[in-house]
């Protein structure tokens, strides 16, 4: 990550500033106190393919829609001249590649005598240290391993017990393996930063089959998902909503047992829609929510998203809409769980 530093023993004049900015390897842009484009380098102007002249003056709303969704950098820049700085993630569309470009922006509020300027520097999510990779890989494979020998412990235990506490620790082995096989995809992931919705939920799909389904199940689980880079916190949020609710349908859903489950991942402008339904026997009125069900409440609000829930004699729709990583935190409150039979 580039960090930048005040120095205020010496300073560059304008010329020397502008020659430092313009070498960066990394994209910069310098903003004037009213949010406009004073200076975009080589770095930025070959990432965006735009002329000089095209970027000069430039405000914040049209500077956003150089990149994917229409990002909102107004928001990013009143952010930053409140409390001085600030980041958020980005996607830019790469001529050439099938997917998009994943980039850290970072902002920061300069001052020079009595003028007041921003700096934004945008990093390319993939392109760090060589040796970076490796070593979050490295964890992330001990992580993993570390989390197998607690869930193998939670299983013998649970085949020691008996009567309600025997269906206790099965979904606390259910939990454990999920959060390991999160950070094997998120090891496994190319830059351990972010991840593709739909390798992620592919990657879920797959350990749900192996953990609670085999090869003789007549339970099927679908995926259709769109390649949604997701940060960190997205990646556990989502895919411990996943293990949740898909766990919950394979239990309870299907009393004959044999049906289908569905997990979707889309993009629909500035948000992000996750779904998983099944076409089982509803949830009937008179269940009363478990402890699963609220770890998903607390999951969307901690992905500053809105759930809701379709039931009926069909099956059951979950469906979550969050906002892209980067994104503002809406003002208004998260509608929270909308429940419709």
């Given at each position: ?92 569309a790469a001529p050439g590649r099938a997917r998009s470009r994943t980039l850290h922006c970072t902002a920061r ?233």
């Open positions: 990550m580039v960090r930048v530093k005040r120095n205020h023993a010496a300073g560059l004049d304008e010329a020397s500033a502008n020659l430092v900015i313009e070498s960066l390897g990394c994209a910069v842009l310098v903003l004037d106190s009213q949010g406009r484009v004073a200076r975009a380098n080589a770095a930025f102007r070959a990432m965006t393919s735009q002329a000089p002249a095209a970027l000069a003056g430039l405000a914040m709303d049209r500077l956003g829609r150089l990149f994917e969704g229409d990002a909102d950098l107004s928001g990013l820049l009143a952010e930053v001249k409140a409390k001085g700085q600030s980041e958020t993630w980005l996607q830019l509020r300069i001052s020079g005598g009595r003028r007041e300027a921003y700096l934004l520097v945008f990093e390319d999510a993939g392109a760090a240290d060589p040796l970076e990779p490796h070593r979050d890989a490295e964890l992330g494979h001990r992580v993993k391993n570390s989390l197998q020998i607690i869930a193998a412990f939670v299983a013998a235990e649970q085949r020691r017990v008996g009567g309600p506490s025997r269906a206790s620790y099965a979904a606390i082995g259910s939990r454990i393996v999920a959060v390991s096989t999160l950070y094997d995809l998120l090891s496994r992931s190319g830059n351990c930063a972010t991840l593709e919705g739909d390798r992620l939920l592919d990657g879920l799909a797959e350990a749900l089959r192996r953990a609670l389904l085999g090869e003789t199940s007549c339970i099927a689980i679908s995926v259709e998902a769109e390649p949604v880079w997701l940060a960190p916190e997205q990646v556990e949020a989502v895919g411990l909503m996943v293990n949740e609710l898909a766990t919950n349908a394979i239990k309870h859903a299907f009393p004959e047992g044999c049906g289908q489950i569905r997990l979707g991942l889309r993009r629909e402008g500035p948000d992000i829609v996750l779904e998983v339904s099944d076409n089982g026997r509803g949830i009937p009125a008179e269940a009363r929510s478990g402890l699963g069900s609220r770890y998903v409440v607390a999951f969307a609000r901690q992905l500053r998203g809105d759930l809701s829930r379709q039931t009926g004699p069909g099956g059951t729709r979950h469906e979550i809409r969050f906002p892209l990583a980067g994104a503002p935190i809406p003002l208004g409150p998260s509608r929270g769980l909308e429940l419709t039979a």
